[in-house]
Antibody
Framework: EVQLVQSGPEVKKVGTTVKISCRVS????????IYWVRQVPGKGLEWMGL????????DYAQKFQGRITITADTSIDTAYMELTSLKSDDTAVFYC????????????????WGQGTRVTVST | DIQMTQSPSSLSASVGNRVTITCRAS??????LNWYQQKPGAAPRLLIY???SLQSGVPSRFSGSGFGSDFTLTISGLQPEDFATYYC??????????FGQGTRLDIE
């Protein structure tokens, strides 16, 4: 069974940094991109960035450029998302997601989601 | 970035009804459109990928259609467990993937 298990909830102060882990099991970690998606309370889904664990290639949404770092440790099948300079409106649930592709270079879908990590940022 | 617009933003329906949710892309995305269901307090769940392919384990009452810029998600014979929020998402221009704003489906 494919599983993505994320680290627990965090409470942070404005201006600090949070690092969330995502441990995967049940599939070849290096064979699939991992995406990170944010959901502000009561709002929709927002793509933050991705990593290809095979070669550590990353890409980030422009909105988070300069504040986000996504890494992967293939020795323990775990991805990480670090967000710095936290603001109160970063209060959200963050998801890691296993991505499946159709091989065409265009078709992909968010096949399996982690349970989410709630981050609360306070002043 | 490609903008995704869902309609309606919310709707009410009864168990047994058939409902349709629409998703429009700001440009052609061919069939690179996916649908997700999210229940309160839970992670989203993939329902439909590539516009019309049913994800394994998803009931057959869910179906998707469309190509280009207009897509629909249809639920035939609503069940109590189907009341949730639904999101479309494009992967044609990726990155970044983009989501619709969501459609909340409530019990009438």
């Amino acid at each position: 069974e494919v599983q993505l298990v994320q680290s627990g909830p965090e409470v942070k102060k404005v201006g600090t940094t949070v690092k969330i882990s995502c441990r995967v099991s049940g599939y070849n970690f290096m064979g699939h991109y991992i995406y990170w998606v944010r959901q502000v309370p009561g709002k929709g889904l927002e793509w933050m960035g991705l990593i290809d664990p095979e070669d550590d290639e990353t890409d980030y949404a422009q909105k988070f450029q300069g504040r986000i770092t996504i890494t992967a440790d293939t020795s323990i099948d775990t991805a990480y998302m670090e967000l710095t300079s936290l603001k109160s409106d970063d209060t959200a649930v963050f998801y890691c997601v296993k991505v499946q592709t159709d091989g065409s270079g265009r078709g992909s879908w968010l096949e399996t989601w982690g349970q989410g990590t709630r981050v609360t940022v306070s002043t | 970035d490609i903008q995704m617009t869902q309609s309606p933003s919310s709707l009410s329906a009864s168990v047994g009804n058939r409902v349709t949710i629409t998703c429009r892309a700001s440009q052609s995305i061919k069939n690179h459109l996916n649908w997700y269901q999210q229940k309160p307090g839970a992670a989203p769940r993939l329902l439909i990928y590539a516009a019309s392919s049913l994800q394994s384990g998803v009931p057959s009452r869910f179906s998707g259609s469309g190509f280009g810029s207009d897509f629909t998600l249809t639920i035939s014979g609503l069940q109590p467990e189907d009341f949730a929020t639904y999101y479309c998402q494009q992967s044609y221009l990726n990155p970044p993937i983009t989501f619709g704003q969501g459609t909340r489906l409530d019990i009438e």
